[in-house]
């Protein structure tokens, strides 16, 4: 049972144009939201969160857009650079629960120069 | 900035062997979790722990999996009799459960290679 799922396993964009990369989730308890940002071999960065009670949240070049009806959010990255080429989970968080993360399975982005 | 840190980086084991994966969660952290990504796939949750205890484990945490807090830093993951299909990225995280936010902090990582 995938209950966060990330549909688009790559993207290509070009360098300076915006990247969207979307997440939908399907349980309405999850409250708490969070991007990561993952090279090979490498562990998991955070990149940006968002709670519930936003519909957006920004940092820099990045935000996060929540629709919690549609039980959708995505990550804008604007304007891309080369260095953001990397693999981008969605993790949700059901903070009444256990705080367990779940992540999704993870889009590759790449951005070309 | 504080971050969680993982020992070794890279193990190759016999199928079999037992394998202990080392991590030092961020200090001040109180919540521990262990996720594992087996190549290609998605980052799959094991086992969380708080106050010294299990709080949740996945079904693919099974009897040959254990965690230990042996001191006042380490946290350990122990596999008992290693499988081929164990080889993957494991990866230790902290949080502070909502003290000061919600965001879990990811270790380096351990790749363990079981052959």
């Known amino acids: 049972d995938q209950q966060v799922k990330q549909n688009s396993p790559s993207l290509s964009v070009q360098e300076g144009r915006i990247s969207i990369l979307n997440c939908d989730y399907t349980?309405?308890?999850?409250?708490?939201f969070l991007w990561y940002k993952k090279y090979p071999a490498e562990g998991p960065t955070f990149l940006i969160s968002?709670?519930?009670?936003?519909d957006k949240n920004e940092d820099g070049r990045f935000t996060v857009f929540l629709n919690k009806s549609a039980k959708h959010l995505s990550l804008h990255i604007v304007p891309s650079q080369p260095g953001d080429s990397a693999v981008y989970f969605c993790a949700a968080l059901d903070t009444s629960g256990t705080y367990k993360y779940i992540f999704g399975t993870g889009t590759r982005l790449k951005v070309l120069a | 900035e504080p971050e969680v840190t993982q020992t070794p980086s890279h193990q190759v084991t016999q199928m079999g062997q037992e394998v202990i994966l080392r991590c030092v969660p961020i200090s001040n952290h109180l919540y521990f979790y262990w996720y594992r990504q087996i190549l290609g796939q998605k980052v799959e949750f094991l086992v969380s722990f708080y106050n010294n205890e299990i709080s949740e484990k996945s079904e693919i945490f099974d009897d040959q999996f254990s965690v230990e807090r042996p001191d006042g830093s380490n946290f350990t993951l122990k596999i008992r009799s290693t499988k081929l299909e164990d080889s993957a990225m494991y990866f230790c995280?902290?949080?502070?459960?909502?003290?000061?936010?919600?965001?879990?902090?990811f270790g380096e990582g351990s790749w363990l290679t079981v052959v």
């Open positions: 349980n309405s308890m999850f409250d708490y």
């Open positions: 968002i709670s519930s009670i936003k």
């Open positions: 995280a902290s949080s502070d459960r909502g003290r000061t936010g919600n965001t879990i902090y």
